[in-house]
């Protein structure tokens, strides 16, 4: 312990002797380091917005979207024809034994007024099941009941996007709006999910009865047809086996046999969206592995300048063994010197990689998420670097021979 204390004492020594030169040396591990904090933060940052989007989906979800058709010849796109209907929603709760619930919808987009107030926005007719399939609490007021279904009343429930364009600081509850000219009255405002994998704004959205959206808002000449259904399985290792359940049922009832092809489609939006997180993580590995490079360069530097250091200090060598070092005692006092001069500059990279990732996040609003792990990692690493790049240096300096060392001039 004692050789290590005086290892270091000497070490410090030196390093203060060549101030400029020790913090030209660390130059290239504080930006290394600085680099990778900044990146991986930065890289963290995305995957944990993706996170959070996926988390405001819903768990364990899929969806089931109208299909192609081909009538006289004359072959529609997907989703081109309404080939769902809420009938078929009912049917996959009550007979398909991995799904939970299912939730048919209607969309559209219109022009909403209050006062003398208006706003354009997402329109969505639902049922109470799409608000416990996509985990959306109402934090003010109620949400759509079955009552309010079955009656098609003239109720809505709305995000806080357009409480904040068409309310401000009032109280949307109660208040009368129009919609497509049909006036509603506010009965509750969803809790905010923020944006959506794709981007989109999911608080710009007003949520109505379905049967009052399709009667009332959606006129169509097949009043029963839903534009997708939404289906939350029982739990995410049944999401494989529910989709097999709804292909098969939907088949059944759509009368899809002899290879013709379906009228609908089912996505496993945990699967789409699991794909983009594990982007966002590659990516942000690639990123700390770019910017890893700029320690190897750095620690070139420091075996650079610790081959320097032991020519130059030859004869102190010579004078140490003279008087009794041995040769582990002089690797230990090079090898000491390279580690503290990684060390040190990993501690003033992380200090600065943390401020350019808080300067990033407030000057380009891009989430940044500093984590302890990484630090932790960037000290270890910075160590090895000095440890693998000083290794060589300090082991030329223990080989060196007393007396030829004692002649260098």
Not at 22 to 43: E, R
Not at 79 to 85: D, F, H, M, S, Y
Request: proline letters at 4%; one cysteine or more.
């Amino acid at each position: 312990m004692s050789n290590v204390v005086q290892a270091l004492r000497i070490a410090l020594r030196a390093l203060r002797i060549n101030k400029m030169r020790s913090f030209l040396t660390m130059l290239g591990i504080i930006i290394g380091i600085a680099a990778v904090i900044a990146m991986m933060a930065v890289g963290s940052g995305a995957s944990y917005v993706i996170s959070q989007q996926i988390a405001s989906i819903g768990s364990n979800i899929l969806l089931v979207l109208p299909g192609s058709m081909t009538s006289g010849g004359l072959r529609s796109g997907s989703g081109g024809v309404q080939t769902l209907k809420a009938s078929d929603a009912k049917a996959i709760t009550n007979e398909c034994p991995s799904v939970e619930l299912a939730a048919p919808v209607v969309h559209s987009s219109g022009q909403i007024v209050y006062g003398n107030q208006n706003w354009s926005t997402l329109l969505m007719g639902a049922t109470p099941e799409l608000f416990v399939a996509r985990e959306w609490p109402v934090i003010n007021g109620r949400s759509i009941t079955d009552s309010d279904n079955d009656g098609a009343a003239k109720v809505c429930v709305i995000g806080s996007t357009i409480v904040q364009n068409l309310f401000g600081a009032e109280d949307p509850l109660g208040k009368m709006i129009r919609i497509k000219k049909v006036p509603f009255v506010v009965v509750g405002v969803l809790e905010s999910k923020g944006q959506s994998p794709q981007g989109t704004d999911q608080d710009d959205v007003i949520f109505v009865p379905l049967r009052t959206a399709q009667r009332k808002l959606m006129g169509s000449q097949f009043p029963d047809t839903v534009g997708s259904i939404l289906v939350k399985a029982r739990s995410e290792e049944l999401l494989p086996k529910a989709e097999k359940e709804i292909n098969a049922l939907l088949n059944q009832r759509h009368r899809i046999s002899g290879g013709k092809e379906p009228d609908f489609t089912v996505r496993n939006l945990s699967e789409i969206l699991a794909v983009a997180e594990q982007s966002s993580k590659a990516m942000s590995l690639l990123l700390g592995a770019v910017a890893s490079i700029s320690l190897i360069v750095g620690g070139i530097g420091i075996m650079n300048i610790m081959l320097v250091s032991v020519t130059e200090r030859t004869r102190e060598i010579g004078i140490r063994m003279a008087i009794g070092a041995k040769k582990h005692d002089i690797l230990l006092q090079f090898l000491t010197e390279a580690v503290l001069l990684t060390l040190l500059g990993g501690l003033l990279g992380i200090v600065l990689g943390a401020g350019g990732a808080i300067i990033v996040s407030r000057m380009l609003s891009w989430p940044t998420l500093i984590s302890p792990l990484a630090i932790t990692v960037a000290v270890l690493f910075s160590g090895a670097v000095g440890i693998f790049f000083g290794f060589y240096p300090a082991r030329k300096a223990a080989g060196l021979n007393p007396i030829e060392a004692l002649r260098y001039e």
